[in-house]
């Protein structure tokens, strides 16, 4: 069986597509999705569907981590060209509210 490549421009409309299903993982304490928490760092995807994502959490040890993978591992099955999902939790940058979206900062209030 031969890998299908994509076009840059076809793995750019993929990468958007997983940015919105991502926007489905809502964090239950906050009620913001981890999209506009600026959780999600980095989306690899590859000529054979397997994906990389990188994300972070507010806090080290917060006990959402499996909760918030086991979403996005459910949300990721709607993406037909994603094969194989594989999260990393990464510290670095260590996350601060300024990674969060306008959007979230007005819903909780923050400024």
Known sequence: MTEK?????EVVKIKDRILEALEMVIDPEL???????GLIYE???EDNGYTEIDMTLTT???PLADLLTDQIYDVMRDIPEVTKTE????WYPA????K???YARIALGIR
């Open 60 to 62: 080290m040890g917060c």
């Open 95 to 98: 996350w601060t509210v300024d």
């Open 5 to 9: 490549k994509y076009t840059d421009e």
């Open 100 to 102: 969060m979206s306008r």
């Open 87 to 90: 999260v990393k939790l990464v």
């Open 43 to 45: 989306i690899r995807f």
């Open 31 to 37: 009620g913001i999705d981890i999209v506009n928490l």
